[in-house]
């Protein structure tokens, strides 16, 4: 299957700093990528779905302004979490797709974010 | 989203053959439906994934009911390795991926 390479795998930050995870699709055109957080022992919860040249679409009750989406090109999309705070801490996947029902989802391998 | 509902979890025997079921009542007639299952601290992977026919792949098998409204994976022979949280999930053309609750699966040796 493809590969989707997520960077970085773990990271630990201030309280009040940003971060940036970064999200690419190393062998296929990703028109479609979904962001999600895991919290331990949940399921994954969609946080926003981003289409290649377009702003993201953001569920509800996710703050757009915290969470920045960039998806400028079909192998790179990043999710940046502003003034990160201890509550966002959590696991963050990225999964890149073609958007059509009849092909799979390729998920990174997680980005866990720790703010102290 | 269309909804899907799976048990919490399961047990199985090594070497012995999984049926992991899921209902899904209200799937439209264009929805697919996927399997991907997840190891702890890694991203979820892709298992399989069909609309009508039953569907067979190097990973499993996908059975699903001629009504379209439950469907089940098959993993042949569970190993040590299989042991994890599977999701089924409706898919519709541009629509987002949506995880449930998932099973979780468990392998004994």
């Known amino acids: 299957g493809a590969v989707v390479s997520q960077h970085p795998s773990r990271v630990i930050c201030k309280s009040g700093t940003s971060v940036k995870i970064e999200c690419r699709s190393l062998?296929?055109?990703?028109?479609?990528m979904f962001w999600y957080r895991q919290f331990p022992k949940q399921s994954l919860m969609l946080m926003a779905t981003?289409?290649?040249?377009?702003?993201?679409?953001?569920e509800q009750g996710v703050e757009k302004d915290k969470f920045l989406i960039n998806h400028a090109s079909l192998t790179l999309s990043t999710l940046t979490v502003t003034s990160a705070h201890p509550e966002d801490s959590s696991f963050y996947i990225c999964?890149?797709?073609?958007?059509?029902?009849?092909?799979?989802?390729?998920f990174g391998q997680g980005t866990r974010l720790t703010v102290v | 989203d269309a909804k899907t509902t799976q048990p919490n979890s399961m047990e199985s025997n090594e070497e012995e053959p999984v049926h992991l079921p899921c209902n899904h009542s209200t799937i439209s007639g264009t929805d697919y439906i996927h399997w991907y299952r997840q190891l702890p601290s890694q991203g979820p992977e892709y298992v399989i994934h069909?609309?009508?026919s039953n569907v067979n792949n190097r990973m499993a098998s996908l059975a699903i009911a001629e009504d379209r409204k439950s469907s089940t994976l098959i993993l042949h022979r569970a190993t040590l390795r299989d042991a994890a949280v599977y999701y089924c999930?409706?898919?519709?053309?541009?629509?987002?991926?949506?995880f449930g609750a998932g099973t979780i699966l468990r392998v004994k040796s």
């Open positions: 999964s890149a797709s073609s958007g059509l029902s009849n092909t799979e989802a390729f």
């Open positions: 999930i409706l898919r519709a053309n541009g629509n987002k991926l949506v």
């Open positions: 062998d296929f055109q990703a028109t479609t």
């Open positions: 069909g609309l009508t």
């Open positions: 981003s289409n290649e040249g377009s702003k993201a679409t953001y």
